[in-house]
């Protein structure tokens, strides 16, 4: 059974920080995907990643993969207020015809002046 | 072009009640997710459809919780005989499902309370 675990779940940082966070998952996969959520709102897809070693930037943020370690990690590059949202990593299970995203807890990040 | 739209977006009900939620996918697009989320907590798996594919009804929590898809478009989820547990945001997504297209698209959620 495909497990995703995310670390920390609760995160509270100072405006021009750097910090990461971390995706691990249990079994083989072939894509795994970041999602945002602002507070009271739906969730917006940030990134996908499809192959090992595979980095995608936008703006603060950048995610990387290594799938021999099924680890994904999300950095945040000298954070800023409007970073504050919890991110989701999401991983495909695949059975057959049927794929599915398994999620992981989500990280709470609060930014803080 | 639109997004995954729901509705109500808020839905208050008496315990014992039964409740329908509708989803709206984006157009074309063939797989369509329920998913429940609690106050502060992640996103837990109801159902999902696929095509004319039967449904993976896996994560459905008890026989009260049903859903359907008519003509590969709308979907409703309907919840019978509503608890207070039952009270959580329920988010529908849509995707392509294009050969190595899984990323889902979310709609707003429809906030549900049971008194």
């Known amino acids: 059974e495909l497990k995703v675990e995310q670390n920390p779940l609760f995160l509270s940082m100072q405006e021009g920080k750097n910090y990461t966070i971390y995706c691990n998952y249990s079994?083989?996969?072939?894509?795994l995907y970041w999602y945002r959520q602002d507070p009271g709102k739906s969730l917006e897809s940030l990134f996908v990643l499809l192959s090992n070693g595979a980095v995608k930037q936008e703006g603060r943020l950048m995610a990387s993969l290594d799938t021999k370690a099924r680890l994904s990690t999300l950095h945040i590059t000298a954070a800023v207020h409007d970073l504050s949202a919890t991110y989701f990593c999401a991983v495909v299970r695949s059975a057959g015809n049927n794929r599915k995203l398994i999620w992981g807890l989500g990280t709470s990040l609060a930014v803080n002046p | 072009g639109a997004g995954v739209s729901q509705s109500p977006s808020n839905k208050v009900t008496e315990k014992g009640k039964d409740v329908e939620l509708r989803c709206d996918p984006i157009s074309g697009h063939t797989a369509l997710y329920w998913y429940r989320q609690s106050l502060g907590q992640g996103l837990e798996f109801l159902i999902y459809f696929q095509g004319n594919s039967a449904p993976d009804k896996s994560g459905l929590p008890s026989d009260r919780f049903s859903a359907e898809r008519t003509g590969g478009s709308v979907s409703t989820l309907t919840i019978q005989r509503t608890q207070q547990e039952d009270s959580a945001v329920y988010l529908c997504?849509?995707?392509?499902?294009?050969?190595?297209?899984?990323?889902?698209?979310f709609g707003p959620g429809t906030r549900l309370t049971v008194l």
């Open positions: 997504a849509s995707s392509p499902r294009l050969a190595g297209a899984d990323t889902q698209y």
């Open positions: 079994t083989t996969s072939d894509r």
